[in-house]
């Protein structure tokens, strides 16, 4: 229920009474959980997992087979985030801003992707492809930034005339790029 009135509105418009109501509740059985509404986008938040993205880096990434994974990635992390969206816009921003847990949830909920793209530079560094002075971990993070910016700014992008083929193709081989050197 919040999840979906956080799609319609942003979240400083939205009411408890809203929340209980959508939910079938009381507004006093809110409060039996949450303290405030930030912490039911908390809770959603903490439910939530992109480590279904990860069987894409499970894969060789090396030449054009390589390439196809990046791009099945690209399209699921599309497909992920659109299903996350509302949540996820209002936990990047609270992590910004430092409020409660926000930053370690969003850190969580990327852990497995994170780690994914880390393992996957380290093999480039090992195989020689990649330089030694790149740090594998903050690399990983870079490619979450990667992902996360072009899934959270898709609509923008579509309106900016570029069309989905050219932002997954763009977004792929920048990834495909970071993290086997080639």
Known sequence: MTAALLAERPLADIRVTEIARAAGIAQPNFYTYFANIEEAV??????????????????????????????????????????????????NVLADQRRGEFAAVRVQAMRSVYKAFEAKIAQAQAAGRLSKAITPRLAGYECISVLSSMSLRYQLMMASGFNHEQVVETTARLLHLIATGG
């Open 42 to 91: 908390l809770a959603l938040a903490r439910e939530t997992s992109f480590d279904t993205l990860t069987v894409y880096l499970d894969h060789d990434w090396d030449g054009e087979p390589g390439m196809e994974h990046a791009r099945r990635l690209v399209e699921a992390a599309l497909e992920v985030w659109g299903q996350h969206k509302a949540v996820f816009a209002i936990v």
